[in-house]
Structure formats: structure tokens, C-alpha cells
């Protein structure tokens, strides 16, 4: 019997435990629900390299906190700004939009009221140095990135502009962003940009623009002269444009990229070619937020606590719910006395181990194990 019994068991299979979500807390908590540029409320997380540590930022309404996250259980604040932008009419929070780029000197935040060109630092851990404001009516977005050796923005109402439509420059300092072209979006109509995601591959450099007619479009980064061109390479993707284009989510290690896409729900593709995503599978659902590190997904639908999502993509083809139950609306990590509690989005530590997620009271931390 004893010989039987040793049998079966190694004749079964072992199934390693599914992961499950663990609450750890808020990060930052508002001081309550009152709307006032005085009170913070949380958009937008990011996280991005600097000298080869891992950053977390968050848009906390008018200003931007930036946390050390090499222990992404147990995040360590490093640099607040301090913009000093006037908000528009009797608007709370007008801060829409930004991007840092890895190990990048410049960052962009576009408000209702303009642009803001900001100066990180060359020290050893990135500090809100010296900033210009671009002032103008309602941008729509802005993106940066670098590409041989240079940084450059993709933006919307600053100088020398191309109108409604995307402007190329290249960033030489605060107060020099030269023009270098158009960007042409094959539209009808004009659009304007929100945000993007840069995509190293088979094939060279590419960016995945979100526009303001909530399409992703892809273009090949390719020099010229002493700048660059962007080629569309006549690949799109349909995601949610609210907020600043984090409809799109983009995983560059795994190959894996997600949309959150109105009424076609979550999609995923692999982008082992970047210049032509593939669809392995689609999660119904009307959600507009997404974050992806492989193999965990979240998305929601920015503003409802019920439909919040988390997707196990270890089979990219196949996702599989991912701990639904815990977000019930019973459990108390996810009522924190707060009656203005919902998602406006979300990003996982470079780990995949800790989500953080924007819930325009605090910012929550949860362990993925």
C-alpha cells in the first residue's frame, strides 16, 4: 500500500497555488472628499527608471509626488513639485496629462492652462529643478521620449506649433524646444495627442500615440539629418483616451501590450514585432484604464468601483480572473471612510509584486502573491 500511495503521488501533478491579491495599505490618503486645489486627489500612476532605480509618480491634481519603489512594499518619497499653475475658472484639478521618460533630464505635464517643461536634475535620484511654462488654452497632451542620444516631445499648443495636430520637437533645455516637424495622422479630421508609450523590438524604435480620437497609432522612429522622423506604419489600436491616454498599457519586457477599449472590453496583444501588434484575446467589459506587467492585469472603468478588473494573462491567449472577489465593495480596504473612492487608474511595480492604484481619495498599495 505504502509503494501504491508513492505511486499515485508522484504520478499527480503538482499545481503550484493561483495568486491572490493582498491589501497593504494606502501610500497617501486626501484629507477628505472636498474639492479644492488645496486638497490633493490622485490620477495617473507611472513608474519609470533613473539611474538604474525603479520611480513611481503620481499626479496628485495640480502637482506631481515621485516615491523610490526599490522596495515596492514599502515606497520612499523623494520629490514633490511645486508648479504654481492657476487653475482654469473654478476647476479643481487641471493637471491632465504628463510623461517622464527613463533616465530622461526632461519631463512634460500639460495643464488646461498650458504646458509645463520641467528640469529633473542630473543627481543621483531626480529632483523638480528649474520649469517653464508654456501658456495656452487647453492642450490636449504631450509625450517624451529619447532616441539617439536626444530627447524629444511629442506635443500640442507650444510655440511654432503644426495647430490641432501633433508637433515633433527636440528638447535642448528648458527654454529651447526646437521644432523639428509634423506628425501625420492619417485622419480626416484633425486630433490632437494625449500621451504615448515608447516601444523598443524587432525592427528598431516605435511609439504607440494615443490621440484625442481615442485611437493608438504606431509609428517607426527613424533619424534624419540631426533629428528624427516619425514613419506611421499604418497600424492602429482603439483604446480609452480618459485620463491622458492610460487606456494603454505596455509591458516591453514580456511583449505583451493591452487596451482598454470602450466597448470592446480588455484586448491583449503580443507585440514581439511592435510594428504590428496581434490580438491573442479579449476580456469583455466596459473598462477605460488598464495596467499591465506580466503575467497580472488590472483594468477599470475610470470613476465606477464596479468594474474593477484583475486578469491572470500567464496564458496570454487564455486570461483567467485574477482574485476577483477581492474587490468586493464589503471588504474594508476597499471603503477607507472615503465616499469619493473609485479608480482613475493604475500601475504595477517592475516586479509585478505590488499594484498601485489611484483611487482619487488615496493611493492604494496591493501585494500580488
Known sequence: ????????????????????????????????????????????????????????????????SVWNIENPKVPVVKAQSHFYIPNQGDSNYDLTTYSICDDCRWGIATFKLGNVLFDLGTGTTPQFAAKKWYKSGNPSGSFTFTFGGKQYLVGHKLPNDC?????????????????????????????????????EGVGGTFLYLSFSNTQTYIFKVRQSGDGVTLDYTGQKLLCGTFP?????????????????????????????????????????????????????????????????????????????????GFWDPSHPWNNHSQDCEWPNGAVFSPDASTLYLARHAVIQMVGVW
Open 244 to 324: 491622458g491616454g492610460t487606456g494603454l498599457s505596455v509591458d516591453r519586457h514580456a511583449n505583451i501590450a493591452v487596451t482598454a477599449s470602450f466597448g470592446k472590453g480588455l484586448l491583449v496583444y503580443d507585440i514581439s514585432n511592435p510594428a504590428m501588434p496581434v490580438v491573442k484575446s479579449q476580456v469583455q467589459g466596459y473598462v477605460t484604464v488598464a495596467a499591465v506587467k506580466y503575467p497580472f492585469v488590472w483594468a477599470a472603468r475610470a470613476g465606477d468601483n464596479n468594474a474593477i478588473k484583475t486578469v491572470n494573462i500567464s496564458n496570454p491567449a487564455r486570461p483567467r480572473p485574477l482574485d476577483q
Open 163 to 199: 495647430g490641432a495636430d501633433a508637433t515633433l520637437y527636440r528638447i535642448n533645455g528648458i527654454n529651447d524646444i526646437q521644432k523639428i516637424g509634423c506628425v501625420d495622422v492619417p485622419t480626416a479630421l484633425p486630433t490632437s495627442p494625449r500621451n504615448g508609450i515608447k516601444v
Open 1 to 64: 500500500m505504502k509503494i501504491l500511495a508513492l505511486v499515485l503521488a508522484l504520478a499527480i501533478p503538482f499545481t503550484a497555488a493561483a495568486p491572490t491579491l493582498h491589501d497593504l495599505g494606502t501610500l497617501r490618503e486626501s484629507l477628505n472628499c472636498t474639492g479644492l486645489p488645496s486638497i490633493p486627489k490622485f490620477f495617473d500612476p507611472t513608474t519609470f527608471s533613473w539611474g538604474g532605480k525603479d520611480y513611481l509618480t503620481v499626479n496628485t491634481g495640480n502637482d506631481l
